[in-house]
């Protein structure tokens, strides 16, 4: 069984540019997650979607940044008019489920620079 | 925002020996995980302790949790240069959504 898996690995865009950060869970989980890791810290919760219901959008630091899932399958996370305060690792992780607490499992994440 | 702290930030010691790092959070918690990670790049899930459990064991790990104290300690017995990694705590808040709050994390070096 594979993995989550993100792509690119590596994005190295302009400033003002808009970028899009794609995560493929692993198949069945229904939650799915994005975090956010600059250099040297922790993450950073942005969004998670869980099943049908209303994504929890509670992390994502401005109006420049959305995320998408179709059902419960692949996500997008777009970055408008990118900064260089935006440059970090994107991972993205997923689960079975929410309630209870679940293991998350995370991908390799994306690393974007913003020039 | 985060809301743990690690402590402490970084960790030196020879293989073979113990290494200890705590973790404290601010809110009321479902659950309090810890997470590995290698090369700055993917997370990998250690165990999960309950709000209900005071400890638990995997292997060479103990991880314990104090819920008056809000605090959380995790134990590697035995180290391994392999273990050397970052590595963070990360708690589910009581109201029991999913989304991770996680600390700023320990760099743990382990010396052949």
């Known amino acids: 069984g594979a993995g989550v898996s993100q792509s690119p690995s590596n994005k190295v865009t302009e400033k003002g540019k808009d970028v899009e950060l794609r995560c493929d869970p692993i198949?069945?989980?229904?939650?799915l997650y994005w975090y956010r890791q600059r250099l040297g810290q922790g993450l950073e919760f942005l969004i998670y979607?869980?099943?049908?219901?209303?994504?929890?959008k509670s992390g994502l630091p401005s109006d420049r940044f959305s995320a998408e899932r179709t059902g419960e399958s692949v996500s997008t996370l777009t970055i408008q008019r990118t900064q260089q305060e935006d440059s970090a690792v994107y991972l993205c992780?997923?689960?079975?489920?929410?309630?209870?607490?679940?293991?998350?499992?995370f991908g390799p994440g994306t690393r974007l620079t913003v020039t | 925002s985060q809301q743990g702290e690690e402590d402490p930030q970084a960790l030196s010691i020879q293989e073979g020996e113990n290494a200890t790092m705590n973790c404290s959070y601010k809110?009321?918690?479902?659950?309090l995980q810890w997470y590995r990670q290698n090369s700055g790049r993917g997370l990998v899930h250690l165990i999960l302790i309950r709000s209900n459990e005071r400890e638990k064991h995997s292997g060479r790990l103990r991880v314990t949790l104090d819920t008056s104290k809000k605090s959380s300690s995790l134990l590697i017995t035995a180290s391994r240069a392999a273990d050397t990694a970052s590595y963070f705590c990360a708690t589910t808040h009581s109201s029991n959504t999913g989304k991770l709050i996680f600390g700023q994390g320990t760099t743990l070096q382990v010396k052949p």
């Open positions: 992780a997923s689960s079975l489920g929410v309630q209870g607490g679940y293991e998350q499992y």
């Open positions: 198949s069945g989980h229904t939650a």
């Open positions: 809110t009321s918690i479902n659950n």
């Open positions: 979607f869980q099943g049908n219901s209303a994504p929890d």
